[in-house]
């Protein structure tokens, strides 16, 4: 078949094509919702959540895990373009890790030595890592599911910033339980998790997400 | 014009995919004769990219310059149409075309696509060598084919879907 009968057949399909960034939207917001309302409940919501809401640790926590999912987000949507780069959101990255690093930092003057163990293993290190991963995964299937219509430059990195953005989704519901607030849980336990996630998104993406 | 073609102008999508191609034909001539490697493979690349031009038309975003999003599609299905021709060991050195045609499509020419085409099933090979045809329609083809036009388009749109796949196979 010669190049202009084929142009003949494409001009033919006119099958509606709905924006790729609404595609992922509703992806995302399906995925969300799932973890929001059967993963959650499950595990409940932390009871004293009304009087942390105004702490400074439960703050930085949930500004942290917010910015990293909206940031991750952001940066997905464009590297899940054929033409797509990293652009300003780069600087996005910057002020997560300046930000994460002055919470370690406050608190590792607010606490005396002595309690750092404790802080940084907080009351279930295991438990809360498992569960970040659990919250992570409906945002995880729906993401990868929209990026099949995606056309990343390079199908890695696309799948390694949606694993931080599903990661970054699942915490940032997961706050919503997690009792540890200490900046050193957080730094430690969530970018563990978080970093899994986007690992198992680098897989995914290079066997998925080729087009 | 790109945005009254991609947002469903059946002509202006016609002189759209009829402007991108030339230029494609060009860059890829250019890009295989820099490497070294046989210049009958340009329209295979320039069909591909087409297809995939087609295809992934919904990352494009209006607000956005086509051109960078076109030439970033077509360094992709160079890459991978010289990674297909790596594992295929048939590169017949003598097929070297000494008098590159600028116009078109060699007519006569087998391309890749009719090797992908022959993989599709029946119908829907049916299906997309019968539109391929200058002036057919899809109501015609239906008639033919006994089928509604709302099946044809269908049938149409998994064709073009599965014949990605099959580059995409052939090209890991």
Known sequence: MN???????????????????????????????????????????RPDIAQVAFTWRFIAKAVVVLMIAMSAIGLMLRLARPDGEFGQLKWALWLILLVLTLAVGTEL?????????NRLFGIHWLFCLCLILLFSLPPFVGLFVALKRAAPRNEGLAG????????????????????????????TWYSLAIALVALAGLFAGRRLLKW | MMRAAMSGDASAYRTFLEAVSPVLRASARRNLMRIGRPISDVEDIVQETLLAIHLKRHTWESDRPIRPWIAAIARNKLVDLLRRRGHH??????????????????PLGRHELDRMLETLNERQRDIVRSLSLNGATVRETANRLSMSEGAVRVSLHRALGALAALYRRDSK
């Open chain 1, 3 to 45: 190049t202009s009968g084929l142009i003949n057949v494409l001009v033919m399909d006119r099958a509606p094509s709905l924006s790729l960034r609404r595609t992922i939207a509703v992806a995302l917001a399906i995925g969300a919702v799932f973890t929001g309302l059967v993963f959650l409940p499950m595990v409940g919501i």
């Open chain 1, 109 to 117: 003057i607010a606490v005396p030595p002595a309690q750092w163990e």
């Open chain 1, 160 to 187: 390694a910033i949606a694993g931080i953005a599903a990661g970054g989704i699942g915490a940032s519901i997961y706050v919503a339980h997690c009792p540890d607030d200490s900046p050193l849980f957080v730094a």
């Open chain 2, 89 to 106: 060991v048939e590169i017949p050195i003598e097929y070297i075309d000494d008098s590159p045609s600028d116009e078109g499509s060699d």
